[in-house]
């Protein structure tokens, strides 16, 4: 059985930091690609950031690129996104994928499994 936690948002104030977490079971970690998208309200789900199975490749949308930092450690089966001088416009539901082959993908369609999402509130 294939599960999908992701943790560690919350509520902060603009330029302020948060680091979440994704803990997968129920399958090789290791062998997929992992990705974070968001959804804030009215808008449709948006892909932020993705890694590879090894780690060793990564890829961000352009309003993220040099804030956050995507990285996984495979003997926790854990993925994380740093982000740093968050914006208001950061605010949304953060959800954590993975990805149905090794190599990493920027569309919601190359992800077999997705967590319940966890908020990520900035204020201004």
């Known amino acids: 059985q294939v599960q999908v936690v992701e943790s560690g948002g919350g509520l902060v104030q603009a330029g302020a930091s948060l680091r979440l977490s994704c803990v997968v079971s129920?399958?090789?970690?290791?062998?997929?690609?992992m990705g974070w998208f968001r959804q804030a309200p009215g808008q449709d789900r948006e892909f932020v950031a993705t890694i590879t199975g090894s780690g060793g490749a990564t890829d961000y949308s352009d309003t993220v690129k040099g804030r956050f930092t995507i990285s996984r450690d495979n003997s926790k089966n854990t993925m994380y996104l740093q982000m740093n001088n968050l914006k208001p416009e950061d605010t949304a539901v953060y959800y954590c994928?993975?990805?149905?082959?090794?190599?990493?993908?920027?569309?919601?369609?190359?992800?077999?499994?997705w967590g319940q999402g966890t908020q990520v509130t900035v204020s201004s």
């Open positions: 129920g399958f090789a970690f290791r062998s997929r690609g």
């Open positions: 994928g993975a990805s149905r082959t090794f190599g990493y993908s920027i569309v919601q369609d190359g992800y077999f499994s």
